[in-house]
């Protein structure tokens, strides 16, 4: 695609549920982020692929929080059991190589009520 | 820990004046990325700066990166409404090239009235 995509952009869940959150990211970028901006905050970093495996999820807060890319393309965060405390917009970057430029998406934003 | 902290965290000014955003760290970083992020969207790469002392200018954008690599400044000059937003620098981890795994500072908020 033209961007990184992120769907949906919106969530709203009840504590104690789990929810996934995509990130389409600009074809052939093989280097992936996740981060989580709070309110009021900058980003912080969660987990980075590159192609299909995990190259770093020393960012992730506990083991609720999971991310796959399969087939090294499309990623998704999961998250378990949220808490009000997840609530937050959170933004999935790509690029090419992991030296040159990281676009990213525009967030999903979610709410744990 | 790295740590990159901003100031000012809020900055409301007329339009035609200067200003100038801070990011500072006592750690030592590779490179330093400047964002603007608009409300509802992601952060949108404005430059990177890699070489102490290093000077880039983008039209009426100002950006330097301190002689250590521990800090750096954005400078507006005649700023615009158009220039409101949420500017962010971050910066890439001690030892590492990766320019998209960062460490963000906590954003300057500005607004520019007409």
């Known amino acids: 695609g033209a961007g990184v995509s992120q769907t949906p952009s919106n969530k709203v869940t009840e504590k104690g549920k789990y929810v996934e959150l995509r990130c389409d990211p600009i074809?052939?970028?093989?280097?992936l982020y996740w981060y989580r901006q709070s309110l009021g905050q900058g980003p912080e970093f969660l987990i980075y692929?590159?192609?299909?495996?995990?190259?770093?999820d020393s960012g992730l807060p506990n083991d609720r929080f999971f991310a796959v890319r399969p087939e090294g393309s499309v990623s998704t965060l999961k998250i378990q059991r949220t808490e009000r405390g997840d609530s937050a917009v959170y933004l999935c970057?790509?690029?090419?190589?992991?030296?040159?430029?990281?676009?990213f998406g525009q967030g999903t934003r979610l709410t744990v009520v | 820990t790295q740590l990159l902290e901003q100031s000012p965290q809020f900055l409301s000014i007329q339009e035609g004046e200067n200003l100038t955003v801070y990011c500072n760290s006592s750690?030592?970083?590779?490179?330093l990325q400047w964002y603007r992020q608009e409300p509802g969207e992601g952060p949108v790469l404005l430059v990177t700066?890699?070489?102490?002392?290093e000077v880039k200018k983008l039209k009426r954008l100002t950006f330097q990166f301190g002689d250590a690599r521990k800090d750096s400044s954005l400078h507006i000059t005649a700023a615009q409404p158009g220039d409101t937003g949420l500017y962010l620098c971050?910066?890439?981890?001690?030892?590492?090239?990766?320019?998209?795994?960062?460490?963000f500072g906590q954003g300057t908020t500005l607004q520019v009235k007409p």
């Open positions: 970057a790509s690029s090419s190589q992991t030296n040159t430029e990281a676009f």
């Open positions: 074809s052939g970028h093989t280097a």
């Open positions: 692929f590159q192609g299909t495996g995990a190259a770093d």
């Open positions: 750690s030592v970083f590779s490179s």
């Open positions: 700066v890699v070489t102490g002392g």
């Open positions: 971050a910066g890439a981890w001690v030892g590492s090239s990766n320019t998209g795994k960062l460490i």
